[in-house]
Nanobody, 118 residues
C-alpha cells in the first residue's frame, strides 16, 4: 500500500523559511520522480517542484513563481522528499501536497498547511 505523509507546515512571517518533508512507504522510492504541489484557497492545485528518480536524469524543475526560493531534494535511503522554502511570501500560503505518479495512478499525501502572514 502506497502511503505519503507530509510534515513541516506551519505559520511563518513573510521572508521566513520552512522545510517540508514527505515520508513514503509501499513504493520503490528511488526509481520514481517525486513532486510537490500546492493548492491555495479558491485556486486549482498546481505543480511547483519535481525531482527525478534514478531512472531519469535531469535537474529538479520548478514553477517560475518559486524558482530561486524553493529547493526540492530527496533522500533515497530514507525514502523522503523535502522542500526547503526560503523568502516566503503571503502568496505562498497554501496546502502543500507530496505526489508520486506510478503508471496511470497518482498518489497523494494528506497535505500540510503553510501560512505566510505577519
Amino acid at each position: 500500500q502506497v502511503q505519503l505523509v507530509e510534515s513541516g507546515g506551519g505559520l511563518v512571517q513573510p521572508g521566513g523559511s520552512l522545510t517540508l518533508s514527505c515520508t513514503t512507504s509501499g513504493i520503490i522510492f528511488s526509481i520514481y520522480d517525486m513532486n510537490w504541489y500546492r493548492q491555495a484557497p479558491g485556486k486549482q492545485r498546481e505543480l511547483i517542484a519535481t525531482i527525478a528518480g534514478v531512472t531519469r536524469r535531469g535537474a529538479p524543475a520548478y514553477v517560475d513563481s518559486v524558482k530561486g526560493r524553493f529547493t526540492i531534494s530527496r533522500d533515497n535511503a530514507k525514502k523522503t522528499v523535502n522542500l526547503l522554502m526560503n523568502s516566503l511570501k503571503p502568496e505562498d500560503t497554501a496546502v502543500y501536497y507530496c505526489n508520486v505518479q506510478i503508471g496511470a495512478s497518482g498518489y497523494w499525501g494528506q497535505g500540510t498547511q503553510v501560512t505566510v502572514s505577519s
